[in-house]
């Protein structure tokens, strides 16, 4: 266990499940899943499509309500209502998709700004485009930059209100190898500068190697949890 781990973890999921029909039939996409997830690591969740890692994150964002189970944000119970969730997620919670959903007609600047604009104690939107590598592109609108460049940006736009925790959902999915390295080196440097907790999903096995632990899902349940020895940087990985 390490130092991080010996303490009270941010968020604390029990027995999660998630099961919703299609038609005469009742999906089971997650069945009973336990996860501590702790100041400043960095965790992996690991799995192929259908596994039931994306249910999962969603739950843990306040973005899916789960048929059962438990979530503890810093030892406080979260409710399944939407007020508690909408406070949660807005103050608590930065989300990094597959797909960047910026808005075309803004440029990358604005798109951070309308973060900025609703949370307590925001980083300057142009503090958090240069911490991205983006401060000679922040006038640029989406259309201008390349797809690395739109994800840096919706990274920039997560951190922007100083989430506690950062969920991203296959941040390097729709990317090339070496543009994703450059994404990933963005996500590493905002946990081990910000020190901002960090679950990436992915089925990308050599991501894993950049992680502080990997938790492994499939068939709705976690199979594998393993402390990663020595964590690498994205530049060392290959795939």
Not at 25 to 40: K, N, T
């Amino acid at each position: 266990m390490t130092a991080a781990q010996a303490a009270e973890p941010v968020l604390q999921a029990r027995g999660l499940t998630r099961s919703y029909r299609m038609g005469e039939v009742e999906v089971h996409a997650l069945r009973g899943v336990d996860l501590d997830l702790f100041d400043r690591e960095f965790v992996v969740i690991l799995g192929p499509s259908g596994s039931g890692k994306s249910t999962l994150l969603n739950i843990l964002g306040g973005l899916d309500v789960p048929t059962s189970g438990t979530l503890r944000y810093r030892g406080r119970d979260l409710h399944w209502s939407e007020g508690d969730l909408t406070g949660y997620r807005r103050e608590r919670i930065g989300f990094v998709f597959q797909f960047y959903n910026l808005i075309p007609s803004l440029t990358a600047r604005e798109n951070v700004l309308l973060v900025t604009e609703i949370a307590r104690n925001p980083l300057p939107a142009a503090q958090a485009l240069e911490m991205v590598g983006l401060a000679e592109r922040m006038d640029h609108f989406p259309s201008q930059m390349s797809g690395g460049e739109q994800q840096r940006v919706a990274i920039a736009r997560a951190i922007a209100k100083r989430p506690d925790l950062l969920l991203c959902d296959e941040p390097t999915g729709a990317l090339d190898v070496t543009t994703g390295r450059v994404v990933l080196e963005v996500l590493d440097r905002v946990n081990r500068e910000l020190g901002t907790t960090t679950a990436v999903i992915t089925h990308n096995m050599a991501i894993a190697q950049m992680s502080d632990r990997v938790v492994t899902i499939g068939g709705g349940r976690i199979s594998h949890i393993e402390t990663i020895a020595r964590r690498i940087s994205a530049q060392e990985l290959s795939w």
